[in-house]
T-cell receptor
Framework: QKEVEQNSGPLSVPEGAIASLNCTYS??????FFWYRQYSGKSPELIMF????GDKEDGRFTAQLNKASQYVSLLIRDSQPSDSATYLC???????????FGSGTKLNVKP | EADIYQTPRYLVIGTGKKITLECSQT?????MYWYQQDPGMELHLIHY???????EKGDLSSESTVSRIRTEHFPLTLESARPSHTSQYLC????????????FGSGTRLTVV
């Protein structure tokens, strides 16, 4: 079983819609959770992190964490074509040293 | 403004050559990592370091080696490049605090012909 699971997609949404990206993790010792965006041919860039149950909002992005269900999600409101990218979920365990990445979900935002 | 630098950005090299991919960071991070990523595929951890003179192999077996003689520098070396080494190599560093994510370099895209 992989540490972090994501649906590979592609997830297609129309411009202006809400995109919902999901991630599950297997280790209940996971402490912090991160969402990275990766454009084709580029390196990943951090867009959000969350470590407490509930919602965390930053602009058009909302991260949601449910530790009981071992589930993390990222909502992108008012999706733009520039949001089209692969979104990587990552978790870090109690030793704070190493990340485990999901395989990523490819998002296409259609104009 | 990038605080972690990788060179070269692109490299095409012949089979059997020795190559070193450079990675340097100016943030004073103790922890540094090398990932390998094929186009459209997931990240695979190949090496990591928790400080000077500390190096470990990652989850994906790799024929490369690394060294960590200075905090800011974490080069990756392939003694004899092969076409199977063609990939993108990403270097990352991390602050000790759990709530800070990795900072990635811009990557080196390696092609072995």
């Amino acid at each position: 079983q992989k540490e972090v699971e994501q649906n590979s997609g592609p997830l297609s949404v129309p411009e202006g819609a809400i995109a919902s990206l999901n991630c599950t993790y297997s280790d209940r010792g996971s402490q912090s959770f991160f969402w990275y965006r990766q454009y084709s041919g580029k390196s990943p860039e951090l867009i959000m992190f969350i470590y407490s149950n509930g919602d965390k909002e930053d602009g058009r992005f909302t991260a949601q964490l449910n530790k009981a269900s071992q589930y993390v999600s990222l909502l992108i409101r008012d999706s733009q074509p520039s949001d089209s990218a692969t979104y990587l979920c990552a978790v870090i365990l109690y030793n704070f040293n190493k990340f485990y990445f999901g395989s990523g979900t490819k998002l296409n935002v259609k104009p | 403004e990038a605080d972690i630098y990788q060179t070269p950005r692109y490299l095409v090299i012949g089979t059997g050559k020795k190559i070193t991919l450079e990675c340097s960071q100016t943030m004073g991070h103790d922890k540094m990592y090398w990932y390998q990523q094929d186009p459209g595929m997931e990240l695979h951890l190949i090496h990591y370091s928790y400080g000077v003179n500390s190096t470990e192999k990652g989850d994906l077996s790799s024929e490369s080696t690394v060294s960590r003689i200075r905090t800011e520098h974490f080069p990756l070396t392939l003694e004899s490049a092969r076409p199977s080494h063609t990939s993108q190599y990403l270097c990352a560093s991390k602050d000790t605090a759990a709530n800070y994510g990795y900072t990635f370099g811009s990557g080196t895209r390696l092609t072995v012909v």
